[in-house]
T-cell receptor, first 114, second 113 residues
Framework: EDQVTQSPEALRLQEGESSSLNCSYTVSGLRGLFWYRQDPGKGPEFLFT???AGEEKEKERLKATLTKKESFLHITAPKPEDSATYLCAVQAGAGGTSYGKLTFGQGTILTVHP | DGGITQSPKYLFRKEGQNVTLSCEQN?????MYWYRQDPGQGLRLIYY???????QKGDIAEGYSVSREKKESFPLTVTSAQKNPTAFYLCASSIEPDRGTQYFGPGTRLTVL
C-alpha cells in the first residue's frame, strides 16, 4: 500500500528564517511526486511535480528536491504570505492502480511571523 | 480563464437527504476526480472518471454516486447512506487519465445539520 508521511505537522518560522518540510513515501513504482499549497477553505494549488531521484525544481522562494525515499520542500527567506498548508502526494506507476490516483500526506501547516 | 469550478461553496444537508455537488472544468481534461478532506487527514479519493460515460470507485465510495455524461462535468451525489458526510469536498482534473498533474477546484464544504 502506498504511504506518504509529512513532517513536521506544524512549523512556525520568523520572516526570513529558512527551513525545510519533509515528505517520506513508500510507493510501488513512483510515477510522480507532487507538492501543493492549500490556503484555509480553498482548494490545493499546484506547485511542483518531480519524477525521478535527483530532480530539483524552484519557484520563487520554494525549491523541491527528490530522493528515492523522500522529498524536501525548502523555503528560503519566507514571508508571511507563504503561510499555508503544504501537501505532498505520490502517484504510483506499477501494479494495477494506473488510473492516476494520488496518495496524500496529512500536510504541514506553515506559519511565518513578521 | 480556464479552470475548475465547484458549486455551491457551502452546502447544508438535513439527515436523510441526498445532495449533489457540482464540478465543471473547461480545461478539456479527460480525467476527473472527487476527493474528500477531513481535518488532520490527507485527501481521500471517492470516485474517478477517465472518460465520458465511465467512472470507477475510489477508496471511500460507499454512500456516494457520480455521473459523467459530459466531458466537462462530473457531479457528485452524497446520499443518505453516507454516515458521516460532513467534510470538505474537492474536485480535480488531469489531462491524461492515468498520469500527470491534477488541478483542483475551490471546494465545497458540506455540513450535515
Amino acid at each position: 500500500e502506498d504511504q506518504v508521511t509529512q513532517s513536521p505537522e506544524a512549523l512556525r518560522l520568523q520572516e526570513g528564517e529558512s527551513s525545510s518540510l519533509n515528505c517520506s513515501y513508500t510507493v510501488s513504482g513512483l510515477r510522480g511526486l507532487f507538492w501543493y499549497r492549500q490556503d484555509p477553505g480553498k482548494g490545493p494549488e499546484f506547485l511542483f511535480t518531480l519524477y525521478s531521484a535527483g530532480e530539483e525544481k524552484e519557484k520563487e522562494r520554494l525549491k523541491a528536491t527528490l530522493t528515492k525515499k523522500e522529498s524536501f520542500l525548502h523555503i528560503t527567506a519566507p514571508k508571511p504570505e507563504d503561510s499555508a498548508t503544504y501537501l505532498c502526494a505520490v502517484q504510483a506507476g506499477a501494479g494495477g492502480t494506473s488510473y492516476g490516483k494520488l496518495t496524500f500526506g496529512q500536510g504541514t501547516i506553515l506559519t511565518v511571523h513578521p | 480563464d480556464g479552470g475548475i469550478t465547484q458549486s455551491p461553496k457551502y452546502l447544508f444537508r438535513k439527515e436523510g437527504q441526498n445532495v449533489t455537488l457540482s464540478c465543471e472544468q473547461n480545461l478539456n481534461h479527460d480525467a476527473m476526480y472527487w476527493y474528500r478532506q477531513d481535518p488532520g487527514q490527507g485527501l481521500r479519493l471517492i470516485y474517478y472518471s477517465q472518460i465520458v460515460n465511465d467512472f470507477q470507485k475510489g477508496d471511500i465510495a460507499e454512500g456516494y454516486s457520480v455521473s459523467r455524461e459530459k466531458k466537462e462535468s462530473f457531479p457528485l451525489t452524497v446520499t443518505s447512506a453516507q454516515k458521516n458526510p460532513t467534510a470538505f469536498y474537492l474536485c480535480a482534473s488531469s489531462i491524461e487519465p492515468d498520469r500527470g498533474t491534477q488541478y483542483f477546484g475551490p471546494g465545497t464544504r458540506l455540513t450535515v445539520l
